[in-house]
């Protein structure tokens, strides 16, 4: 998380300005410490005000005043960051960067740091295809920057195009992940998420209450620490995170599919999905009339996927998921163990806080060794770190579950 972490935004002279301010939110938001610094350029789109109020500290824009008490504003601003992120960084910076100049206090700034640098482009789209263009980043990706290409979509001159600022959203994530410790590089996690649905006929289904947000969060939190991500999800409502291989699926032998076709390539595989256990035995090809009287559904079993990966389980880590509205630690405990899981991740959704929809969960780790850790009510995606520290824990041990 971001907690404490020091940022230095720096805007330029794009209308895209605006989103920066969206963007300072969020950083502070999720914690961040956050100075920022305008061009002249950005100083005519949107007021330095708005980012003193939303960012609590003063906005630096001219190389000769230092604001505040910093004695030499670019040398301050140059040490205090932990990472600099030029949003909206317009042709013109992006230029001057690669060019190595240092006439203002941004640039200043940039050739002063030694923190990394995110760079987010956003500008009419020929200007961003221009080959010029594209060398400066080339150049700069070069010189270790990263880079976070624009999305598609209209723009400001009512061209449509690929030049669009991020959204504030994901240019916060980049940072995260940028920040983040890579302590699970090396490893290649597959997450199944979300619920399965089971139609029987061409408009219904049957389903559950799963929103997919523990399995996003995981994803989300894996590629932060560096692993490559599989995320296998059934229907959500949710975007497929930014940087990981998304599948998605709907139907309980849609997902075994894809997860016998993804496996190969698994170190760690990770069972967040809420998977119904049966599904109806006929599909109906057209809509089911109403009649006088019930209607019976008849169901057959879907297979056990968690069950099926055991089998080829290999060196693999395996982690499963118990949910439960009863005998939360007995239920899970036999799951554990019949399922064939180095560990599981334990949740009761009639605790207030826990399981389905929500952005938090109340979860226990049961291991093989018939150790509990219980955890207090967390946000989905700590939750979802305290189970990467365990996978992290089980491969520095080296004690995995044989499944051969
Ligand atoms: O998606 P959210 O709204 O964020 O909610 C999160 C969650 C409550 C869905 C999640 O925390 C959770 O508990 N997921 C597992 C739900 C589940 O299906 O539990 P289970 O006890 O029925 O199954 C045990 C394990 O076997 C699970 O890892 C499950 O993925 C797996 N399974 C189950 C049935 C099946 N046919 N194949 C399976 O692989």
Not at 33 to 59: Q, Y
Not at 157 to 166: I, P, S, T, Y
Not at 300 to 313: C, F, G, L, M, T
Not at 340 to 351: L, R, S
């Amino acid at each position: 998380m971001l907690k404490d972490r020091k940022v230095v935004l720096g805007v330029t002279g794009g209308i895209a300005a605006y989103k920066a301010a969206e963007l300072v939110r969020e950083l502070v938001r999720r914690g961040a410490k956050v100075r920022v610094v305008m061009t002249d350029h950005a100083c005519k789109f949107i007021a330095p005000l708005t980012f003193e109020t939303l960012s609590g500290n003063p906005v630096a824009s001219d190389l000769f005043r230092a604001p505040g008490n910093f004695e030499i504003a670019h040398i301050a601003l140059a040490e205090f960051a932990e990472l600099v992120v030029i949003a909206p960084a317009t042709a013109n910076i992006i230029g001057r960067m690669a060019a190595g100049l240092a006439d203002d206090l941004l640039t200043t700034v940039l050739l002063a740091t030694e923190a990394p640098v995110l760079i987010c482009p956003a500008m009419n789209a020929k200007m961003y295809s221009n080959p010029v263009v594209q060398e400066n980043l080339a150049r700069l990706v070069s010189r270790g920057h990263a880079v976070l290409e624009p999305g598609y979509g209209e723009l400001a001159c009512r061209a449509e195009g690929e030049g669009r600022l991020a959204e504030p959203v994901e240019i916060a994530e980049e940072i995260e992940s940028i920040l983040t410790t890579k302590d699970l590089r090396g490893e290649h996690i597959l997450i199944t998420t979300g619920p399965t649905q089971e139609p029987f006929d061409p408009v219904r289904f049957i389903s559950n209450y799963s929103s997919g947000k523990m399995g996003y969060a995981l994803a989300v939190m894996a590629r932060r620490r560096g692993a490559t991500v599989t995320l296998v999800s059934g229907p959500t409502a949710l975007p497929a995170p930014r940087g990981v291989e998304f599948v998605p699926v709907q139907t309980a032998v849609e997902m075994r599919d894809a997860v016998t076709t993804h496996l190969e390539e698994a170190t760690v595989v990770i069972k967040a999905a809420a998977v119904a256990d049966y599904r109806p035995a006929v599909c109906e090809p057209v809509k089911i009339k109403k009649k006088e009287g019930s209607l019976t559904v008849r169901l057959e079993r879907n297979p056990d996927i968690i069950s099926e990966i055991a089998q080829r389980k290999g060196d693999r880590i395996l982690v499963g998921f118990s949910m439960e509205s009863d005998h939360l630690i007995e239920h899970a405990r036999s799951k554990l163990m019949e399922k064939g899981m180095d560990f599981i991740v334990a949740n009761d959704v009639t605790e207030p806080g826990a399981g389905f929809r929500g952005d938090t969960n109340v979860v226990r780790i049961l291991d093989r060794e018939g150790g509990v850790e219980a955890f207090p009510l967390m946000d989905k995606i700590d939750v979802a770190g305290v189970i990467l520290d365990r996978v992290r824990k089980i491969r520095k041990n080296g004690r995995i579950l044989d499944g051969r």
